[in-house]
């Protein structure tokens, strides 16, 4: 359905001899791929040039609280006609090197970028909502070099970043799908289609979850796990005088960006989590880019440090087009937003330890939506590293990518 606008490569040599080497029992039809988006982009500047916005906001004292400000649409619009292309995000895209297998009836995209070092560690990485795998991009060219611990460990990774399934060129998965079933298909594209006997996995937002499964539930082949969210609800500042936890000054912060999210930022997630509303949303901006800007953007920008953009952040405008260019024409704008709606207890309020021995790293970044300080994240798991970035927020890989690299690195201090 979607694939029929994206032009998969014939299989040639050299995937032949991955097809021999890595998948030994069953045919996933792995494939090389690349982005050809094309066709839908000329549709897609129509829309970004004729869909009317109001010359002037009709109210034009309220805060953001209001929701998105109309001249950020405006200038984003601007910026989409006069400085974006989606022909060179996408000849970027397509210099790395993307597959895609069948698992289970769906096709899984993903990027798949060796590293030359001996020993590399395979890193999956995962991405949650509104995101997809171009968030991890700026992190693939050091991941897979070879670098230093600080512990002075020699490490490098073999980078794997997929497309869940709704997102990008990833199809859509059945309506009663969860993060756990993503684990599944996820654990078997690297076991079995990728060949690797263990690896490592990092996820952010919904990717926590799915990231989370393979860690507590798929012990023997993930050996270590790197997050920066949690898939148990957070604390409130009296759940955690109740269990004994003091802040810090930044925890302090952290914990009320937490609260602001909890008390007037979680409109778009009763709305893509209740009965009924996810299609509704999904199907009204289905073929409306503003609107796509509108309920993606905002989030990016929101959920970002004010800080987005300047050094080490490389969130700009740009990328926020690309994120919401791909969602529309990969058709997925939809299918993405079901997440929710799948997985109605995603983020659990009874926290339980992981069985596994296996180390799990934690990140903390100071404009994230959520806050989980040391003592909570120990709860669910092998805690040996936990660091706190004043720098960057939700979407840590676009605005803090040299600590989101050091922090991954510290896997190999960790990894047996
Ligand atoms: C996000 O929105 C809130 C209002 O809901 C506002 O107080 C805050 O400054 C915004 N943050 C950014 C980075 O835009
Ligand atoms: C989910 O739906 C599929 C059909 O789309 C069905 O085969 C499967 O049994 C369902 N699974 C659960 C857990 O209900
Ligand atoms: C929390 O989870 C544990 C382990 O699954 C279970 O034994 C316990 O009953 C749960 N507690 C609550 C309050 O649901
Ligand atoms: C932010 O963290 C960096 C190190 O990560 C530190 O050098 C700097 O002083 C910190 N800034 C503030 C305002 O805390």
Not at 41 to 53: A, D, G, I, S, W
Not at 85 to 91: D, F, G, L, T
Not at 251 to 268: I, L
Request: glycine fraction near 6%; include cysteine; proline fraction near 7%.
């Amino acid at each position: 359905m979607r694939l029929n606008i994206l032009s998969a490569l014939v299989v040639s040599v050299t995937s032949a001899s991955v097809l021999s080497n890595s998948h030994p029992r069953k045919d996933y039809n792995l494939r090389p791929f690349t982005l050809n988006l094309d066709s839908r982009v000329p549709r897609m500047l129509e829309l970004v040039k004729n869909t009317q916005l109001p010359d002037a906001p009709e109210y034009p004292d309220l805060s953001l609280d209001a929701g998105v400000p109309l001249s950020t649409l405006q200038s984003l619009r601007t910026k989409w006609l006069t400085e974006f292309s989606w022909q060179k995000e996408q000849a970027a895209i397509n210099k790395y090197s993307q597959f895609t297998a069948e698992i289970e009836g769906l096709t899984i995209h993903f990027v798949h970028q060796k590293s030359r070092a001996t020993g590399a560690i395979p890193l999956i990485l995962f991405h949650g909502w509104p995101g997809s795998f171009l968030e991890f991009l700026p992190l693939v060219k050091d991941l897979t070099s070879k670098a230093k611990t600080p512990a002075g460990k020699s490490v490098a990774f073999d980078v794997i970043i997929p497309n869940l399934p709704g997102y990008g060129p990833s199809t859509a998965p059945p309506a009663n799908w969860t993060t756990a079933d993503a684990a599944r298909i996820i654990n078997t594209l690297m076991t079995e289609v990728l060949g690797y006997r263990n690896y490592a996995t990092h996820g952010a937002d919904w990717g926590c979850s799915v990231a989370y499964h393979l860690y507590s539930s798929y012990s023997t082949t993930v050996r270590a796990s790197q997050l920066v969210f949690l898939p148990f609800f957070p604390y409130t500042p009296d759940q955690l005088t109740d269990a004994g936890i003091a802040l810090n000054e930044l925890e302090q912060f952290e914990e009320g960006s937490f609260m602001e999210w909890y008390t007037s930022g979680q409109g778009y997630f009763q709305e893509q989590t209740t009965k009924e509303s996810p299609n509704t949303i999904g199907l009204a901006l289905y073929d409306n880019l503003i609107g796509q800007l509108a309920w993606i953007g905002e989030k990016f920008i929101n959920w970002s440090d004010p800080r987005a953009g300047t050094d080490p952040s490389v969130l700009t405008h740009n990328e926020i087009l690309a994120a919401v260019s791909l969602y529309y024409l990969t058709k997925s704008f939809n299918s993405a937003g079901f997440i929710y709606y799948q997985n109605q207890n995603g983020f659990a309020t009874n926290y339980t330890k992981a069985r596994t021995n296996a180390p799990l790293l934690f990140s903390s970044f100071k404009y994230n939506v959520a806050f989980w300080p040391p003592a909570l994240v120990e709860k669910t798991g092998n805690l040996v590293a936990y660091n706190n970035h004043n720098f960057s927020g939700h979407f840590p890989s676009l605005n803090n990518p040299p600590a989101m690299i050091a922090d991954l690195r510290q896997i190999a201090d960790h990894w047996e």
